[in-house]
């Protein structure tokens, strides 16, 4: 007889909610935290890496229980994170301050409410997730921190994700699970950069691993950020490598603490740090200095190499991560491109895998608000019920936590089952050049369910600068931008360099649920170029809100069949680019070329009276930026997007009613 499927809560965790507070809140089962810093670990070859243990403790020395451990792979320097995570063991900051500080906001009006955002979410236990949580050790659980190998105070070269890491991971579980003090389970968690390597660490099935918990991480960091659609993530990537690289000359003070000091082990890691101070950064600077593909490097070849080591590093295998998973991201986080991807691959039922997504950047997900009446509970809270539930076998409730817990754009929080939802369907939007009057763009075009094209016409769109003042800055350089509401909430100082097409108004609400795909008619001038798309929300005052953006550079645009996915009638809903060097194919100056342009899966409502708007762009850095060679071929030449009854324009777009 088949399992009925559990019935699942809504966003708010329904009457499990208050009892998995209480777990957080409440009194706990141990008072002390007992470190055990600098431990050396020597891995299978010969490489030294160090990992702080902290255990539950009473009269001053760590109880002899053996109990589940929640471990952290660390990029960024354990040390410095351990520092910023024992304020929070400081009385009153975790319970009176934070909360103070994440009620106060910008005055409404002031054009800086994006502040207000980014700090009531110091409320929602996102803090508290990101840093060293010891209150989990004293709820009854170790933890492990490791700085990953070549950062921080361990040995060897940084691998930046490649294979390496899993190996290196796999042992020193291992490690743990030989240890007095482990019961042979073990969590994975982290935040970021740990988020990433916690999805890393578990796509080998490793029995040992029992929860996953991945905090604004990403599966699949070329399509998220390292080349989307062939232009790489200029405003991180320019500087993201040299932190990592500047962390990891920190001193390894912890070991002087602990009595751990080993000269030998400290020259060798010093040697280390000599032999590759700037690990990536020759790559990233190849790729802009370079003048055609063959002053290209072997380094920066491989980034633009599906089947190289450095590229299958950069992807979790989610088909092969078997223990229960639980991912936060946000629409414009970072890694925000993916995450409805890895929920849909991980080979897991709904009661075992979790996906919440915000309307937020990378500085939080976009959370603010958890914990309130009628809202999810803390992230904090949910990440104890979720190590609770498949570390200790508590029956929590937790698994009957809504599958999908997504803010609606324009909307409010939702608990779904299935990104698109089952009250959308696909329907293409063309393009048209019937003037909407309402887009101070370029071009203020028309967006109809219908081809309304009565003839040829070209539009030009140049490259230009104006994308800096956008939510695609916003989002690439961490959300920092989006304090702004001028940019982060208004793509309208953008549009000034794009081409718009926008609807009539809708008269009911209006759900679009999924990824997106443009389907666009382009010519060039010259042998390469670079599009960008993006869907908006126009509000009935002007207002252009940014929901989802896509970017393609011409000569990378070979798809994937074998992943990308269609509807029944053939049209793209998600297309995925090999985006590789040697499927490179220039362009045909003069000629129609017909581009099927990938935008960020999203979920949305249209309020009554708002319009569906798509731009087009020929730029949107500091958000991407083709590599050289491909600025050289294509001279940053103007562009144009031809609008021709017998071949139009469209985008393909998953709503829940038409628009006319």
């Not at 803390?378 to 609770?388: E, T």
């Not at 309304?452 to 070209?458: A, E, H, T, Y």
Request: hydrophobic residues 40%.
């Amino acid at each position: 007889m088949a399992t009925a499927e559990p019935e699942f809560t809504g966003i708010d965790g329904g009457k499990y909610a208050a009892a998995w507070t209480a777990a957080v809140d409440g009194p706990q089962p141990y008072a002390e935290i007992i470190p055990d810093l600098a431990q050396p670990v020597t891995l299978s070859d010969g490489t030294v890496i160090k990992l702080d243990v902290t255990r539950p403790g009473s009269g001053g020395r760590a109880i002899d229980a053996k109990l589940p451990t929640i471990v952290e792979f660390e990029t960024y320097s354990k040390v410095a994170i351990n520092l910023a995570s024992v304020l929070l063991q400081v009385p009153g900051v975790d319970d009176v301050l934070l909360p103070w500080i994440g009620s106060i906001g910008a005055p409404a009006g002031s054009g800086l409410e994006g502040l207000t955002d980014l700090s009531q979410q110091l409320r929602s236990g996102a803090l508290q997730t990101f840093l060293h949580n010891f209150d989990l050790v004293k709820a009854g659980y170790n933890m492990v921190h490791v700085d990953i190998r070549g950062t921080g105070t361990s040995q060897g070269k940084w691998q930046m994700f490649g294979d390496q890491e899993r190996q290196d991971a796999a042992e020193v579980i291992d490690w743990i699970t030989a240890q007095p003090w482990s019961d042979g389970s073990v969590a994975v968690k982290g935040t970021s950069a740990t988020g990433i390597a916690a999805l890393r660490a578990a796509d080998r099935g490793n029995p040992a691993i029992k929860a996953v918990f991945s905090y604004i991480g990403s599966g699949d960091l070329v399509n998220d950020i390292v080349a989307p659609g062939g232009a790489v993530g200029f405003g991180f990537a320019a500087f993201w490598p040299m932190v990592v690289n500047l962390a990891k000359f920190a001193p390894d003070v912890e070991s002087i603490i602990a009595g751990r000091f080993d000269p030998g082990q400290q020259l060798k890691w010093l040697q280390d740090r000599l032999a590759d101070p700037l690990t990536m950064v020759d790559v990233v600077a190849n790729a802009y200095t370079a003048m055609n593909t063959g002053q290209l490097t072997a380094g920066t070849r491989d980034l633009m190499d599906p089947d190289s080591e450095l590229r299958r590093g950069l992807k979790a295998d989610s088909a092969n991560v078997t223990a229960p998973t639980f991912m936060v991201s946000g629409w414009w986080d970072l890694f925000g491109s993916t995450p409805t991807d890895t929920y849909r691959a991980l080979p897991q039922t709904p009661d075992r895998k979790k996906l919440v997504v915000g309307e937020g950047f990378h500085a939080g997900a976009g959370v603010k608000g958890f914990g309130d009446p009628g809202m999810p509970p803390r992230l904090d809270v949910l990440q104890r019920a979720w190590f609770d539930r498949w570390l200790k076998g508590i029956d929590n409730g937790i698994d009957r936590f809504s599958p999908l817990t997504l803010l609606q754009q324009g909307g409010g929080w939702i608990a779904s089952d299935a990104l698109p939802s089952a009250e959308t369907g696909y329907r293409r939007m063309y393009l048209n050049d019937e003037s909407s009057g309402t887009a101070n763009s370029l071009y203020d075009g028309g967006l109809s369910g219908e081809p309304r094209q009565g003839g040829v016409r070209d539009l030009t769109v140049a490259p230009g600068v104006l994308g800096v003042c956008s939510r695609d800055t916003a989002r690439i350089l961490a959300g920092v931008p989006s304090i702004v509401m001028a940019c982060g909430e208004d793509s309208r100082i953008w549009e000034n360099n794009g081409l718009s097409f926008t609807s009539a108004p809708v008269t009911r609400p209006t759900v679009i649920s999924g990824p997106v795909s443009a389907h666009l008619n382009t010519v060039l001038d010259q042998p390469d170029g670079y599009w960008v798309v993006t869907v908006n929300d126009v509000s009935p005052d002007g207002r252009s809100r940014e929901l989802t953006s896509g970017q393609l550079v011409a000569s990378l645009r070979q798809i994937d069949e074998s992943r990308s996915t269609r509807t029944a009638d053939g049209d793209y809903t998600r297309p995925v680019y090999h985006i590789d060097l040697d499927r490179r194919e220039l362009v045909t100056p003069g000629l129609p070329l017909v581009l099927d342009i990938a935008l960020d899966p999203t979920e949305a409502v249209l309020q009554p009276g708002h319009r569906l708007r798509v731009d087009v762009y020929a730029s949107n850095f500091p958000k991407g930026l083709p590599p050289m060679p491909i600025l050289v071929d294509s001279k940053l030449a103007p562009q144009h997007l031809r609008l021709d009854p017998d071949a139009p324009s469209w985008v393909n777009i998953p709503l829940s009613a038409e628009i006319s």
